[in-house]
Structure formats: structure tokens, C-alpha cells
């Protein structure tokens, strides 16, 4: 069973730094981009980030850009999300998501999603 597991997430004073990972399993994602979305109460679902298959190319929503990085480990797997510089409109739901295809954030239909991780980000 293909699955992918956030974690990291929590509450955080602004401009505090958190750190998010995706634990991908069932099979290797090493040939799939992976990303991140969030959604906070009562908003849409947003692109905050996406990675190609080896990590070299990677794609910023504007409201991250220069405080979010995005990164992954093939050999384990994993995605992570190093957020600094921390925002009250960060708080979201951050979701893990991975799709063989690149832009993937322009899709309805991307094929795996994690469940969520909550980060609050405290004034």
C-alpha cells in the first residue's frame, strides 16, 4: 500500500523555524516529483512547494519564496520542508504530495497525497 507520511509539524512562535518530512512507502518514489501544500481554516488548498525526481529543480509559491526550502532524500524516500522565518498566515494544514509529472501543481488529479500535518504559527 502506497502511502505518505507527514510529520514535523506543531506549534511555533513567529519567526520561529519547523521542519516537515514526507516518509514516502509502498514503493520508491525516487522517479516521481514530490511537493507540498497547505490549507488554513476556511481557505482553498495552496501550492507552497515542488521538487523534481533528483532535486535539482524545485518551484516556489510567492508566499514562501526566501523562507521555505524544499529537499528530499532518495535513499530514504523522503521529502522535507525546512520553513523559517515563520508567519501567523502560515498556519495550515501542510500536505505531502507526489505525481510522475512535473507541475504537478497545475493537475486535479495528482496521484498521492498524505494525510496532514498541522503547523500553527503563534503572534
Known amino acids: 500500500q502506497v502511502q505518505l507520511v507527514e510529520s514535523g509539524g506543531g506549534l511555533v512562535q513567529a519567526g520561529g523555524s519547523l521542519r516537515l518530512s514526507c516518509a514516502a512507502s509502498g514503493r520508491t518514489f525516487s522517479n516521481d516529483a514530490m511537493g507540498w501544500f497547505r490549507q488554513a481554516p476556511g481557505k482553498e488548498r495552496e501550492f507552497v512547494v515542488g521538487?523534481?525526481?533528483?532535486?535539482?529543480?524545485?518551484y516556489y509559491g510567492d508566499s514562501v519564496k526566501g523562507r521555505f526550502t524544499i529537499s528530499r532524500d532518495n535513499a530514504k524516500n523522503t521529502v522535507y520542508l525546512q520553513m523559517n522565518s515563520l508567519k501567523p498566515e502560515d498556519t495550515a494544514v501542510y500536505y505531502c504530495?507526489?505525481?510522475?509529472?512535473?507541475?504537478?501543481?497545475?493537475?486535479?488529479?495528482?496521484?498521492?497525497w498524505g494525510k496532514g500535518t498541522l503547523v500553527t504559527v503563534s503572534s
Open positions: 504530495a507526489a505525481d510522475r509529472r512535473w507541475s504537478f501543481w497545475n493537475y486535479d488529479d495528482i496521484e498521492y
Open positions: 521538487i523534481n525526481w533528483s532535486g535539482r529543480s524545485t
